[in-house]
């Protein structure tokens, strides 16, 4: 029988909430992996972050840091889904959106079939009760010609099934993408982006018209304009929302404000997600409790968003 996921919630019980079905939607596989299993793997014991940062720059550092490159290399990366897949399922995340950045090509030997090969393999050694899409990464301050360079063999796989923008929005305009995603779209991926997290209201709004985005990553400065969220909204473009991480990185000063509040009041389709577990100690369960301890949400709506976020 399945678990009462509202019950659990008002009750504070996490084994409850981690016994329901729920998807992680935002998640990076580098910072995405279970703390116990890659400190058993590597010797290295890769704390959460404490306290909050300002910036992306500041947030590599710590990255750089804290991992001291035990996600270099193949083996690095392969180490990387393993950790993220193992993280997941000790959640009870049943479907899962996470990939290879296309720069991982040149971590491989130069071929897709290698990453393909390393994420497969990780998915069915350590998370092959969950669903998985395949995802591929552009980091946006890579240039052009090499995104498209890595890009174009993977995606002629045929096997990845979503697209996603992440690192620096403010590295490139957004327009400079838009060739990018119109192959991915012509190849049948899902097109999503990260906006709006740094940026504001009419950044995610020029991201969703120029790339065509099904889904944005963030997005919560949309929660900013009335005009911006009636688009989504009518739009029916879903945002895929990580609490835990707008606190971490100042962007939302207490869960209390969090602007999932306002996105969901204003019709916007809108899921929970970790973003970076291994950076946050977070997991679904815990941001959903969270949202719902510091009063945002209720139980039944919680609820209604993590049933949207299996489908
Ligand atoms: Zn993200």
């Given at each position: 029988?399945?678990?009462?996921?509202?019950?659990?919630?008002?009750?504070?019980?996490?084994?409850?909430?981690?016994?329901?079905?729920?998807?992680?939607?935002?998640?990076?596989?580098?910072?995405?992996?279970?703390?116990?299993?890659?400190?058993?793997?590597t010797?290295?014991?890769?704390?959460?972050?404490?306290?909050?940062?300002?910036?992306?720059?500041?947030?590599?550092?710590?990255?750089?840091?804290?991992?001291?490159?035990?996600?270099?290399?193949?083996?690095?990366?392969?180490?990387?889904f393993e950790?993220?897949?193992?993280?997941?399922?000790?959640?009870g995340?049943?479907?899962?959106?996470?990939?290879?950045?296309v720069?991982?090509?040149?971590?491989?030997?130069?071929?897709?079939?290698?990453?393909?090969?390393?994420?497969?393999?990780?998915?069915?050694?350590?998370?092959?009760q969950?669903?998985?899409?395949?995802?591929?990464?552009?980091?946006?301050?890579?240039?052009?010609?090499?995104?498209?360079?890595?890009?174009?063999p993977?995606?002629?796989?045929?096997?990845?099934?979503?697209?996603?923008?992440?690192?620096?929005?403010?590295?490139?305009?957004?327009?400079?993408?838009?060739?990018?995603?119109?192959?991915?779209?012509?190849?049948?991926?899902?097109?999503?982006?990260?906006?709006?997290?740094?940026?504001?209201?009419?950044?995610v709004?020029?991201?969703?018209?120029?790339?065509?985005l099904?889904?944005?990553?963030?997005?919560?400065?949309?929660?900013?304009?009335?005009?911006?969220?009636?688009?989504?909204?009518?739009?029916?473009?879903?945002?895929?929302?990580?609490?835990?991480?707008?606190?971490?990185?100042?962007?939302?000063?207490?869960?209390?404000?969090?602007?999932?509040?306002?996105?969901?009041?204003?019709?916007?389709?809108?899921?929970?997600?970790?973003?970076?577990?291994?950076?946050?100690?977070?997991?679904?369960s815990?941001?959903?409790?969270?949202?719902?301890?510091?009063g945002?949400?209720?139980?039944?709506?919680?609820?209604?968003?993590?049933?949207?976020?299996?489908s």
């Amino acid at each position: 029988m399945e678990h009462d996921f509202q019950a659990a919630l008002e009750a504070g019980d996490l084994a409850g909430l981690r016994a329901c079905p729920k998807a992680d939607l935002h998640i990076h596989a580098v910072m995405g992996g279970d703390r116990d299993f890659i400190r058993e793997r590597t010797g290295r014991d890769i704390a959460p972050l404490e306290g909050v940062l300002g910036s992306m720059d500041e947030m590599h550092a710590w990255v750089d840091d804290t991992t001291g490159g035990v996600f270099r290399g193949a083996a690095g990366r392969a180490l990387a889904f393993e950790a993220t897949f193992v993280q997941a399922v000790k959640d009870g995340v049943t479907r899962i959106e996470v990939g290879e950045d296309v720069w991982g090509i040149t971590q491989q030997d130069g071929t897709p079939g290698a990453v393909w090969r390393m994420l497969t393999q990780a998915h069915a050694a350590y998370g092959a009760q969950i669903d998985w899409v395949p995802q591929m990464g552009l980091s946006r301050h890579c240039p052009y010609a090499a995104l498209d360079w890595w890009m174009t063999p993977l995606l002629g796989l045929g096997t990845f099934k979503t697209i996603d923008l992440s690192g620096d929005e403010f590295a490139q305009p957004i327009e400079v993408f838009v060739p990018l995603y119109r192959k991915a779209k012509a190849a049948g991926l899902k097109l999503k982006a990260h906006v709006g997290e740094w940026g504001t209201a009419d950044d995610v709004w020029r991201a969703v018209e120029l790339l065509e985005l099904d889904e944005v990553q963030h997005g919560i400065a949309a929660a900013d304009s009335p005009q911006v969220m009636r688009m989504l909204a009518d739009a029916g473009v879903r945002l895929n929302l990580c609490p835990t991480s707008n606190l971490k990185l100042g962007r939302v000063a207490r869960m209390a404000d969090h602007p999932i509040r306002r996105l969901y009041d204003a019709g916007v389709r809108v899921t929970v997600n970790t973003d970076d577990p291994l950076m946050f100690g977070n997991g679904v369960s815990q941001e959903f409790l969270a949202l719902f301890q510091a009063g945002v949400m209720t139980a039944a709506e919680l609820d209604a968003i993590r049933i949207e976020g299996l489908s």
